[in-house]
């Protein structure tokens, strides 16, 4: 099994910034892609963004120039760097990570709010 603990969400005004850190514990594979996802009330959950553990990163357009995704591998941590945000922006965070053992395996945080005011 594998846990993921996320932190760092909260309320900022449009404009600002936020840091989201997603760590990962138990039975992780050494290839995997970690990321973050998102749900505003009445939406589906949609992609944020995705980094596997060779640096490969995939963005949503509605966040391209704006988020940053990294990864520190030795940690198992995941970050979302959340530059100008908008009040779009605001949603349940939800940090994921998909690893393959014989049959790919999808794990899921319990989520992180962050709320932007405009």
């Known amino acids: 099994q594998v846990q993921l603990v996320e932190s760092g969400g909260g309320l900022v005004q449009t404009g600002g910034s936020l840091r989201l850190s997603c760590a990962a514990s138990?039975?992780?594979?050494?290839?995997?892609?970690m990321g973050w996802y998102r749900q505003a009330p009445g939406n589906q959950r949609e992609l944020v963004a995705t980094?596997?553990?060779?640096?490969?990163?995939n963005y949503a357009d509605s966040v391209k120039g704006r988020f940053t995704v990294s990864r520190d591998n030795a940690k198992n941590t995941v970050y979302l760097q959340m530059n100008s945000l908008k009040p779009e922006d605001t949603a349940v965070y939800y940090c994921?990570?998909?690893?393959?053992?014989?049959?790919?395996?999808?794990?899921w945080g319990q989520g992180t709010q962050v709320t932007v005011s405009s």
């Open positions: 980094i596997s553990t060779d640096g490969s990163t």
């Open positions: 994921n990570l998909k690893q393959r053992m014989i049959k790919l395996y999808e794990y």
């Open positions: 138990g039975s992780i594979r050494s290839i995997n892609v």
